[in-house]
């Protein structure tokens, strides 16, 4: 059972638009920032959006996120067959024993 | 360009200790600012953050895993180290040493295979 609540998937046909939600509470998202990573097949996750809404170098524009209280979502526009990949948000979390990191339980985006 | 790379056994029998060491290139662990953290994936489930050391060798475990778990420190080799005792079936996953920066993990090494198994 992961901290922050994704759904398990989501689809869309080239060109789409899609949202991916991720949903926490006032100890992680609601009081901190929140990342997202891109997993593809058989790879390591990379940083996809950091602090809400920020790119890392190199990653398209396509590619937008957002925060509002304990949530946030990540944005795909002009989907592309690259895409295709398992997406987790992250945050930090101010727990009893101490500030770490949660993860979403992650989302697999089909591209139809 | 930042490198991490994790190094030791792809096969620990049960009750045994799982050590791991990431061996960090292009930038000193004894630099500022940073969690040198290890995370693990179990197969075909999502990630899961085990812990992390600071560069003043103060560190953080998850709870669930706080009383078997260790995390090192080497400046001199530029490394740090994860052991994880009486390891377990459920213990196999894939494990990844990441560099956290506070706005998220910039670098990511590629992750090595654990087994637990006799």
């Known amino acids: 059972q992961s901290v922050l609540t994704q759904p398990p998937s989501a689809s869309g046909t080239p060109g789409q638009r899609v949202t991916i939600s991720c949903s926490g509470s006032?100890?992680?998202?609601?009081?901190?920032?929140v990342n997202w990573y891109q997993q593809l097949p058989g790879m390591a996750p990379t940083l996809l959006i950091y602090?809400?809404?920020q790119r890392p170098s190199g990653v398209p524009d396509r590619f937008s996120g957002s925060k509002s209280g304990t949530s946030a979502s990540l944005a795909i526009s002009g989907l592309q067959s690259e895409d295709e990949a398992n997406y987790y948000c992250?945050?930090?979390?101010?727990?009893?024993?101490?500030?770490?990191?949660?993860f979403g339980g992650g989302t697999k985006l089909t591209v139809l | 360009q930042v490198q991490l790379q994790e190094s030791g056994p792809g096969l620990v029998k049960p009750s045994q200790t799982l050590s791991l060491t990431c061996t960090v290139s292009g930038a000193s662990i004894s630099s500022g600012g940073y969690f040198w953290s290890w995370i693990r994936q179990h197969p075909g489930k999502g990630l899961e953050w085990i812990g992390y050391?600071?560069?003043?060798?103060?560190?953080y475990y998850s709870p669930s895993l706080k009383s078997r778990i260790s995390i090192s420190l080497d400046t001199s080799d530029n490394q740090f180290s994860l052991k994880l005792s009486s390891v377990t079936a459920a213990d196999t996953a894939v494990y990844y040493c990441?560099?956290?920066?506070?706005?998220?993990?910039?670098?990511w090494g590629q992750g090595t295979q654990v087994t637990v198994s006799s």
């Open positions: 992250a945050s930090w979390d101010d727990g009893l024993n101490g500030p770490s990191v949660v």
């Open positions: 990441a560099r956290e920066r506070g706005e998220g993990i910039d670098y």
């Open positions: 602090s809400n809404d």
């Open positions: 006032s100890s992680n998202i609601g009081g901190n920032t």
């Open positions: 050391i600071y560069e003043s060798g103060d560190t």
